[in-house]
């Protein structure tokens, strides 16, 4: 009988196949059915050393036969994260994305720049869940700076990176000292990745599942952004006390006195929000039913968001922006989303402060999308309390 041929296997695919058990190409950068199924795809001799080199499968003598790499250890708890990121020439490529431009446009002014750029990047070298979020919201970045085909391709690589990186704050549970400025990290750019991503993804529309206009889409923002305030209450006195200190204490809302603060209004606001305010109080008086005591502390505390940020600056408007959402009772959601008129004309007034960030590539023109949506609505005995030219400036 003829001698059996040996069989010959090639050990040099990429990772993803070798977990999928499938044959691999072994065309490098990316193999044909990574780039197929639009898939992260890295080669075992690309990786350097790294703590977040995900696991391999198969049986004991085939890991044995692959080269060995050295591995160096965290030294700090990760946060949980199901699936570490695998670094190949996209993911580098999304880090100098971070490192070059993306840093800058999370940051409120200059003094907090370099810890978006150096600490926090390093602190996600330990950090699989964090890396996750770096790369998402580099590549959502480069999404909105690149047209079409490559604009798709760099959505999917963001959602793909932002799905791993969510499940690093799934667990409060596990949330500690050693990991808290991760987390409160991750929590940041998360909710700037919310605000961006429907901008850039063509949701608006009202596909099947996807809000129908700018206001729904907001309003999904408000209360997915909030999920990420017990995080950053969580974790707010360890990061106080941490190298990111000046993340959560720089630029606190509402603690100057109100004479001092009144003075940075512009008369025009100052006089729109007191009208509210007299108007809320009057609907109450003439209507049992209009929850004046909902309303009130929304306008007081929008008036505080305002008195709190300079008017020729954007320092402290990120800030002042999302203190405002995250106060929010579930009430005046519950009355957004029922589209009650006097809850739209508050909405409507915050656009205008939302429109100040008009300059970020992550809230673009949000407030015009969502100002013009709510205008369309109101009545014009309603409508005429709302400053519109705030929203629709240099437009």
Known sequence: MPSRRAHSKSRHGCLQCKQRRVKCDE????????????????????LTASSSTPPETGT???????????????TQPPLPCEAEPSLNPQDLELMVQWCTHTYATLSRNHAVEWIWKSVIPRRAVHDPALMHGILALSALHLAFLHTHPRRKD?????????????????????????????AYALSNIIIIFTFALPLLSGNSGGGEGQPSTPYDELLQIFHMSRASLKILVAVSEWVQASDLAILATAAPVGQS?????????????????????????????DNSHHPSEVYGP???????????????????????????????????????????????????????????????????NW????????????????ASFVPWGLCFEDR
């Open 154 to 182: 760099y959505l999917d690589i963001a959602q793909w990176h932002h799905h791993k990186s969510i499940s690093g704050v799934r667990n409060i549970e596990a949330l500690s000292e050693a990991n808290a400025s991760a």
């Open 27 to 46: 065309h490098q950068p990316i193999c044909l059915r990574c780039k197929t199924k639009r898939l992260p795809c890295s080669y075992r001799a690309m």
């Open 298 to 364: 929304v306008i007081r505390q929008l008036r505080v968001a305002f008195e709190s940020t300079p008017s020729e600056t954007k320092d402290g408007i990120i800030t002042a922006l999302f203190w405002w959402i995250f106060g929010l009772s579930s009430e005046f959601l519950d009355l957004l989303g029922e589209r009650e008129p006097f809850a739209m004309v508050i909405l409507a007034m915050f656009c205008t402060l939302m429109h100040r960030l008009r300059g970020q590539w992550w809230m673009d």
């Open 367 to 382: 407030a015009e999308k969502v100002a013009r949506d709510i205008r369309g609505s109101l009545g014009p005995s309603l």
């Open 257 to 285: 006195s109100t004479d001092t603060r009144a003075s940075t209004l512009p008369a025009f606001l100052d006089a729109a929000l007191r009208e509210l305010a007299l108007l809320n109080g009057r609907l109450g008086e």
């Open 60 to 74: 004991a003598s085939t890991a044995t036969t692959l080269p060995e790499t050295t591995t160096t250890i965290p």
